[in-house]
């Protein structure tokens, strides 16, 4: 491991005993300590990445700036994708992780900057886990993400992200190539023991 740790965002790293990372994006109001529990959970063998977004909103951490509820500041979106895929690009060197094998799981906002990742930077992702997740923008060129699994855990009853969202997000990304997958459970944005159990059965699909 490289001594000098990246310092373009503030971030808990912890090494797993498998090839696997797990990038773990929080919500808005959320910090890089948030999902640390639920990756381990999740899989108890993988690294785990966990960055806390730069934006605040209020006092609450984001990973890119909105205008209002589920509008998004496309320009900053774009940068933030940008510097976080650097910025992973950078935990591939110092924390000698593979680079073929670094899963986001995403919640809400992380979810959305996750998918942002997977349009705008493709190869920096193996896959993803996006929960909650909506269309973050529609990029002008579609990215190649033929071999990408992705797993959309989406509320039937989310007041935030109405169902035609996310099934245009599924679209999107399945047009670009992705293998996508899209349940809707019962409930709302927060999580449920079923996503829980949904995203550790589709993990335990991926190489490790
Ligand atoms: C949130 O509250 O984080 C929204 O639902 C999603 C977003 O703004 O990215």
Redesign the pocket.
Known sequence: MNAKPPSSFRHVFIPGKSRRTLLLLH???GNEHDLLSLGRNLDPEASLLSPRGKILENGLP???R?LA??V?DEEDLIHRSNELADFIAETVTSYSLDSGRIYAVGY??????AASLLLLRPGVLTGAALL?A?V?LTPEVLPKLNGISVLMLSGRYDP??PEENARRLEALLTSAGATVSLHFENAA?QLTENTLETVRGWLNTQPS
């Open positions: 919500g808005t109001g984001r990973f890119f909105r509820e589920g998004f809400s906002n992380g979810a959305n900057i909650r909506m973050p935030i992200v944005h």
